[in-house]
Each structure stands twice: as structure tokens, then as C-alpha cells.
């Protein structure tokens, strides 16, 4: 007997609650509203147990039956399980009890937690039987769809604002896929790629697939809740860019205190954004449920700037509805987010990351998160993507010649500084 693989049942749209089948669309047709996944929980709940996710390898896929795919994973099935570092040194410069940091700059392959929505992307994209893959992104989504493609043997079309860091630029074309920089916003790029996606068969991974797509970042919930000895933590502050990843860290909690696999707690969600794009962060702080777009993004997190969150109504929605809050650090508490957090733990985050530790610092400030309470920082990508934002803010390198005598001065020098 072939065992079942296949776990969700369909799609279903967020506002009038229509089914549709597991097909590459995302919106309803009957009230334009973005369509989800379906389970049939019970089904995975006498399989999914705890010995039985410990017992799997440590990826990503050892949560399976909870992301849509039907057979088994095609494409990334080295992606997660990265790790949850408890970070004393940080708490104690935070000035609260407790600090996790997840640590997806070092997520396979390539260097933050887009590699999981993208290894769940392209596995369902290679079951509808597509051969080329397209995204539009601000970077993280460009490296991983670009080298998931590659090592799946499938053709890729990427389009990315033009001015993006050079890390990320070259982070994508190393991996020989079809790369179009755009003059314009993030949001001029997505509008785009709507309108080719409406001409060409491909599978645009956060367009007609983004259904699925959007599934693979529950996987970095499911760990923390897993890492954390099955328990959820007390607060977790989520970088936002559409706004996606939040909504389904909820989600996920909310799937895994239904399934037994956690007993139920009542989790704080933040946002973070950069003050020069952060039209969640915005809405949240004015008490309104609906956010007013961001026409020209201003900051050096490129990651995030999205001036028209495609989930940011839900994103807000899963903020005020969970008890918490969201912060929009400036550029310049970016750079000491991403340094306060190297010489605390030794993790090199890029600008997303600072963003989350200055915002995490503003909550903590401000009675948001309180000090005797446990919080989890989703750190979701690497620095050496985004150096050129610590240049020149880390200072330079003591040079002197290969002799003991000129080191034994540079000490002495040193000591009386
Ligand atoms: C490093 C990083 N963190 C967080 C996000 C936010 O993801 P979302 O668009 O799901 O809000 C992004 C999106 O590009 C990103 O690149
Ligand atoms: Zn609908």
C-alpha cells in the first residue's frame, strides 16, 4: 500500500472562506482575497507526534505533512533546522531575562529564510509540471530561487529594483539564471511581473504560486517551538517586508498548539521595519487596521522595502490581535543592531537583522516586552550580503611590519589609549 503523502487539502479564500482546488492561483474569484492552504488536521495529528518529527533528519521536512507538497520533497530538502541560540550576553545588554536568536544566516544554501519558502515553491512548482521558475524580490529571493533553480535543473527568470547591494546582485547571477534589474521600487517590479506573469507559463513563485510558497516560512516557527523543548516562547519580534512570514509564524503556533505538539501560550508577535519604509509598523502605532502605502522607500534595508505589503493587513492583524507591537528603527540603530549583536554573539546578521535587534531594544525600552519575560529574534539573513551597510563603522585593521618589536609597541600604544 502506498503511503499518503499528501496532507492539505485544497485552497481556501482568507475572506469568503471559498474552496478551490490545490491549483497554481492565489487570488478568490469571487472577492478578489488572497487564497491558503487547507489541511486536513485531522489526518496529521496521529502521525505528526513529537517522536515522530524527532525521529526525521533535522531540515526543514521533518515537518512535512504541514507544508503543501504531494510526494516527497524535490527540491531544498537540505533547507532548516538552523540553529536557536540562546544569547546571555545579549539579554543582558537588552536588559531582559531571556534571548533566543534564530539563526538563518547560516540556512542552506544560501544564507536566510527565504530558502524555505523557496524549497517548498519550487517542489510544488515541479509537481504542476513547470520548467521555469520566475520571482520578483528584493534580494534574499533572487540568491535563493537562483540557486534552487540550478540545482534542480530548472530555468529561472529573476526581477530585482536595480540599485540592490552588489552582494546580492552577484549572490544571483553566480548561479547563471536570467537576471532583470529594474529602474523602479519593489512595487514597480511586482506590478510587472504580475503583468508577465498574465502573458507567460511560469511559475512566479510569489505570484500564481504564492499559496504554497508562503507555507515554507511556518517551518522556521515549528523549529523554535520544537528548540525550545516543545513550549513557545513568550514574545518573538519578525522583520517585515509583504508582511508574509509573520502572519504564518502565527499560523504555525496556532498549528501546533491545535495538533498537542505544544501546549497552548499566549505568544506577544512584533513587527520590525526600517523607519524609511514601514507602512505596517506605521498603521500599527496610529491604531488603524489599514495601512497607507509607501510610494518611495528611503534605507539602506533593502530586504524590506516594500512599500505595499501584500500581507500587511494580516501582518497588522496578527500584531494587535496576538498582544503585540512593532518598531521602526532609523538606518544608523540599524548598524548598531547588526554590531550589538556580532560582539554579543558572534552572528553577522544583515541590515534585516539589525533591524529586529534595534526594534527589539525599542520594545524592551518601552514596557512592550517585558523584562521578565522570554523573546525569540528571527535573524533571517547573513551580513557578508549586505557589508557595505557596516562599512566604515567597525574601524580598520592595526597594520604594522613582521616584527616583534613593532607588535610589543602597537600593545604598548594600546594600553596607554
Ligand atoms: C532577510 C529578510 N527578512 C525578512 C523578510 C520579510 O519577509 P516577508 O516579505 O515575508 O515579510 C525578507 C523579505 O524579503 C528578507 O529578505
Ligand atoms: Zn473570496
Not at 255 to 283: D, M, R, W, Y
Not at 360 to 382: F, M, N, Q, Y
Not at 390 to 396: E, K
Request: glycine fraction near 10%.
Amino acid at each position: 500500500m502506498k503511503t499518503k503523502t499528501r496532507f492539505f487539502t485544497g485552497l481556501k479564500c482568507r475572506e469568503c472562506g471559498k474552496a478551490y482546488p490545490p491549483d497554481p492561483i492565489h487570488v478568490c474569484g469571487f472577492c478578489f482575497g488572497p487564497l491558503e492552504i487547507n489541511y486536513d488536521y485531522e489526518a496529521i495529528q496521529p502521525i505528526l507526534t513529537r517522536a515522530c518529527i524527532e525521529s526525521r533528519p533535522p531540515t526543514m521536512w521533518r515537518y512535512r505533512e504541514l507544508l503543501p507538497i504531494e510526494g516527497e520533497v524535490t527540491v531544498g530538502a537540505y533547507v532548516g533546522y538552523t540553529p536557536l541560540m540562546k544569547a546571555d550576553r545579549l539579554a543582558k545588554q537588552l536588559g531582559v531575562r531571556e534571548v533566543w536568536v534564530k539563526n538563518d544566516t547560516v540556512n542552506y544554501p544560501t544564507l536566510s529564510f527565504k530558502d524555505r519558502v523557496v524549497s517548498v515553491a519550487l517542489s510544488r512548482a515541479k509537481e504542476f509540471g513547470y520548467d521555469i521558475v520566475a520571482c520578483a524580490s528584493t534580494g534574499n529571493l533572487a540568491n535563493s530561487v537562483a540557486a534552487n533553480a540550478a540545482s534542480a535543473g530548472l530555468k529561472s527568470y529573476i526581477f530585482i529594483p536595480a540599485d540592490l547591494e552588489p552582494g546580492k546582485v552577484l549572490g544571483t547571477l553566480v548561479y547563471g539564471t536570467n537576471l532583470v534589474g529594474i529602474h523602479g521600487t519593489y512595487d514597480q517590479v511586482n506590478r510587472l511581473c504580475s503583468e508577465i506573469g498574465g502573458r507567460y507559463k511560469w511559475a512566479f513563485v510569489n505570484i500564481n504560486i504564492r499559496p504554497f510558497y508562503a507555507e515554507g516560512s511556518k517551518a522556521m516557527a515549528y523549529e523554535i517551538a520544537e528548540q525550545l523543548g516543545w513550549k513557545l516562547p513568550d514574545n518573538i519580534v519578525v522583520p517585515m517586508a509583504g508582511g508574509s512570514l509573520i502572519t504564518k509564524i502565527d499560523k504555525a503556533f496556532k498549528e501546533f498548539t491545535k495538533l498537542g505538539l505544544v501546549s497552548e501560550h499566549p505568544t506577544k508577535i512584533h513587527g520590525a521595519q526600517p523607519e524609511g519604509c514601514s507602512p505596517i509598523i506605521n498603521a500599527v502605532k496610529e491604531g488603524t487596521e489599514i495601512f497607507r502605502p509607501v510610494g518611495k522607500p528611503d534605507t539602506i534595508v533593502k530586504s524590506l522595502a516594500i512599500g505595499n505589503p501584500a500581507d500587511g493587513y494580516y501582518a497588522i492583524n496578527t500584531i494587535n490581535r496576538t498582544g503585540g507591537y512593532g518598531e521602526n528603527p532609523c538606518d544608523q540603530e540599524v548598524v548598531e543592531g547588526i554590531k550589538m549583536l556580532a560582539e554579543c554573539e558572534g552572528v553577522f546578521a544583515e541590515t534585516a537583522g539589525g533591524t529586529v535587534v534595534s526594534a527589539t531594544r525599542r520594545l524592551i525600552e518601552s514596557g512592550k516586552i517585558s523584562r521578565d519575560e522570554s523573546v525569540v529574534l528571527c535573524i533571517t539573513g547573513h551580513g557578508l550580503k549586505t557589508k557595505e551597510a557596516v562599512d566604515g563603522h567597525c574601524g580598520a585593521p592595526q597594520t604594522i611590519n613582521p616584527s616583534l618589536n613593532e607588535f610589543e609597541e602597537l600593545l604598548a600604544q594600546a594600553k596607554h589609549a
